[in-house]
């Protein structure tokens, strides 16, 4: 075995294990940092492939905006240091079928096309990257450029919402909403008084 296929298993173990940590966790704020520690080896993954824009950019998007995105609403949120509610069973085992349904799809793509290593040079400079991404005729990638927009944009919103959701057992009407209201009205003009 070469060093090179060391590496690479070494970072196909750390990126299955911390993503499996991700899921399995009972807190939020540690199944975020196990998806940091993921999203790292996969950029770390993309530097063995010696493809430094694509880590670099992996890291940026994923790592310094969706991540923090996720890590700054669960600070936002009144629960952050609880555990999750277990799932129920039949969510389980849609979730062990569809792990299983992707394992069989990867293996028969496998086993059905030969894939052989290619002997051309690698040359990706951040110029022709550039270009391709930029590029709407073939090979040109000016769509998923503007998706991935769109998914910074979603992952905003969608930290947004678990930001503004209300405390448990706390009516957002009602005189318990107007207590709470008030409570952090009272606290926000201390927290300005003292400034």
């Known amino acids: 075995m ?12 750390f990126i299955l294990g911390t993503a499996i940590l991700s899921v399995t966790t009972h807190k939020i704020f540690r199944s975020a940092i196990w998806l940091l520690f993921s999203l790292i080896g996969i950029a770390g993954l993309y530097f063995w492939l010696e493809v430094e824009f694509i880590a670099a950019v992996q890291i940026v ?22 555990e999750m509610l277990k799932p129920p069973v039949m969510r389980s085992i849609a979730s062990a079928l569809a792990v299983l349904f992707g394992f069989a799809l990867t293996y028969s793509l496998i086993y059905k ?24 005729g073939e090979n040109g ?11 910074l944009l979603a992952a905003m919103v969608g930290c947004i919402v678990i930001a503004l959701k209300a405390p448990a057992g706390v009516s957002s009407t009602g005189t318990e909403g107007q207590k709470q209201g008030n409570i952090e009205k009272l606290e926000t003009k201390e927290i300005v008084e003292g400034l």
């Open 141 to 151: 990638y000016a769509l998923p450029f503007e998706v991935v927009s769109m998914l």
């Open 113 to 136: 096309n030969d894939f052989k290593a290619g002997d051309k040079s690698f040359d990706w400079s951040v110029s022709k990257i550039g270009n391709q991404m930029l590029a709407t």
């Open 61 to 82: 998007v994923y790592v310094g905006g969706i991540v923090v995105l996720i890590i700054f609403s669960i600070f936002l949120t009144q629960q952050s240091g609880k």
């Open 2 to 13: 070469t060093a090179s296929q060391i590496i690479f298993y070494i970072l196909a173990a």
